[in-house]
């Protein structure tokens, strides 16, 4: 069947907006991994390197070898695995409560635990501050009675705020992939492993976890790659330069000026992000 010529045109103009979009969309990113293999030019003022001088590894290996940078990496990982796990668990025990169970006021339960998604993060970040504030001197007496007084507070802003705060935005979105995948149980599934003897934990860590788990997997990828990203709630429960995450390293570098070696980590940072949406991906298409 042909196309009138105006629909042909109508095709052609749209086909070309999607070019320009998608061209504004993915040309800075182009351009970031293409400068992250420029050569230094001494003539060139660092906080604008728009000069391309040649090709080289030089700024790969200026990240590898930064301490600062190596320990903000090493501490937005370790937070990024412990927000994970935890919201993992949380995530995934939520979603089979509310899918098993029936409770009073469900419906406002359930928008209650997913207000973090929705909630702008600048009040997020204020509102936890404000939390460990007045939360703070309470657990340190409490630490101080069990364990006796210490030279400096046991209970601060660092890491451990952090990460709380980074479970708090990742579980829900644990959840709503859990949801998802239990909308479709069969509820025969569980009843027939009761029938053949099984108790209500063994068949629900025998038969409901392997079918939970494609949703399980892809909500852990979301919170990782999340607490990974994570910057404004960062910068409000973060402490000193010991609790730096990755992102606010970059920040604080990126005030300074273009730094070229920003451009390796954040090259790297697409090439981990390529991966992960490949590896969602496929676990999306099991889950099907």
């Known amino acids: 069947m042909r196309l009138p010529s105006g629909m042909k045109l109508v095709n052609l103009l749209c086909g070309w907006w999607t070019v320009l979009v998608f061209a504004f969309l993915y040309l800075p990113i182009v351009l970031l991994i293409v400068y992250s293999f420029n050569k230094p030019d001494p003539d060139e003022a660092a906080s604008f390197a728009a000069k391309w001088n040649g090709f080289t590894l030089d700024w790969y290996q200026q990240a590898r070898e930064s301490d600062a940078l190596v320990d903000s990496l090493k501490n937005s990982l370790v937070v990024a695995c412990w927000a994970t796990v935890v919201s993992v668990a949380l995530g995934t025990a939520g979603a089979w409560l509310l899918h098993r169970f029936r409770y009073r006021f469900k419906r406002l339960w359930e928008t209650l635990l997913f207000i ?20 703070a001197p309470a657990v ?41 995948r239990l909308a479709d149980v ?23 976890v392997p079918y939970m788990m494609p949703g399980i997997v892809s909500g852990a990828l979301m919170a990782f790659a999340l607490s990974m990203d994570e910057f404004l709630v960062t910068t409000f429960v973060s402490g000193g330069a010991d609790s730096q995450t990755l992102p606010l390293y970059i920040y604080g570098q990126v005030k300074k000026g273009i730094n070229p070696m920003l451009n390796a980590v954040s090259a790297l940072f697409v090439l981990a992000t390529i991966l992960l949406v490949v590896l969602a991906e496929r676990i999306r298409k099991l889950n099907r």
């Open 116 to 135: 973090p998604m929705a909630i702008p993060e600048v009040i997020m970040g204020i509102s936890l501050l404000i939390l460990f504030a007045a939360a």
């Open 140 to 180: 340190n007496s409490l630490l101080d009675a069990m364990l006796g007084a210490p030279d400096e507070p046991r209970f601060s802003r660092g890491l451990l705020t952090i990460t709380i705060a980074h479970i708090t935005f990742c579980f829900p979105f644990v959840l709503i992939a859990v949801q998802a």
């Open 186 to 208: 069969d509820p025969s599934l569980e009843e027939a492993a009761l029938d053949l003897g099984a108790t209500p934990l063994r068949a629900f860590w025998k038969v409901m």
